[in-house]
């Protein structure tokens, strides 16, 4: 595939990839049941983000960091507490903050808030400006919140990735909300179906959608799946 890439892994973890970088974002695949892949053998990445300090979120963080020599991009606080990565490995020495911004191999990466909780720092979220502009958010853990619509007028979104399992984020109906705040060109749900508390099926999302977002294009992905990041054929 040419181009810019993104790869579903389960959960809440994707893998973003363009010509030059490869950003991974909440590494859960040790005790992931729906895993197809495990970190070993993925695709190496030059940068490993961790939206909050939850093992299903940030469990494979410092092993991967330390196989692949990536650098760790988290909130401070939440950067210090993944015992086992050297500040040379971490983006900044001690990371960054909501609001701030650092590029990476030509990936601008914006911190956003999030309202969740977390066993260090602060919960948040990333906006991904690709070289070619293309920008895609990835919300985290978090319920929905005002602040969102914010974000979609400082950064144009091409794609939300958003949870919408419910219970410990938002449900369907408040995800599809959020895309209206966000007026994201398109939605991948996630964190969904890995456990049987969450919402195991993402049609009552969609459906949702439909009625709030109508111009707001369902990217359903399977795990394992790999889509080229492209306003022409995502519709964006």
Not at 109 to 122: L, P, R, Y
Not at 126 to 143: S, V
Not at 151 to 158: F, K, N, Q, T, V
């Amino acid at each position: 595939m040419g181009g810019s890439t993104l790869t579903w892994h389960g959960h809440s973890t994707f893998q973003i990839t363009t010509p030059d970088c490869s950003v991974l974002i909440d590494p859960f695949f040790s005790g992931n049941p729906l895993a197809v892949t495990t970190g070993e053998n993925i695709p190496p990445p030059d940068v490993v983000l961790v939206t909050h300090l939850h093992a299903d979120h940030a469990g494979d963080a410092a092993a991967l960091c330390r196989r692949f020599k990536a650098r760790l991009g988290a909130v401070v606080g939440t950067a210090e507490a993944v015992a086992g990565v050297p500040p040379s490995q971490i983006l900044n020495g001690v990371g960054f903050n909501i609001g701030g911004t650092i590029v990476e191999k030509g990936v601008a990466i914006t911190m956003t808030e999030a309202t969740h909780t977390s066993d260090a720092g602060t919960p948040t979220g990333f906006i991904l400006t690709l070289p070619d502009g293309f920008t895609l958010y990835h919300a985290g853990d978090t319920g929905i919140f005002p602040g969102m619509e914010l974000w979609g007028e400082l950064y144009p979104l091409d794609l939300a990735l958003l949870p919408v399992g419910g219970v410990f984020t938002m449900d369907a109906r408040q995800a599809a909300r959020a895309a209206t705040l966000l007026k994201a060109g398109g939605v991948v749900p996630m964190h969904w179906g890995t456990f049987p508390v969450l919402a195991q099926e993402t049609d009552t999302f969609f459906a949702f959608l439909a009625q709030t977002a109508p111009n707001c294009r369902p990217v359903p992905m399977k795990v394992g799946q790999t889509i080229v990041l492209d306003r022409r054929s995502l519709g964006a």
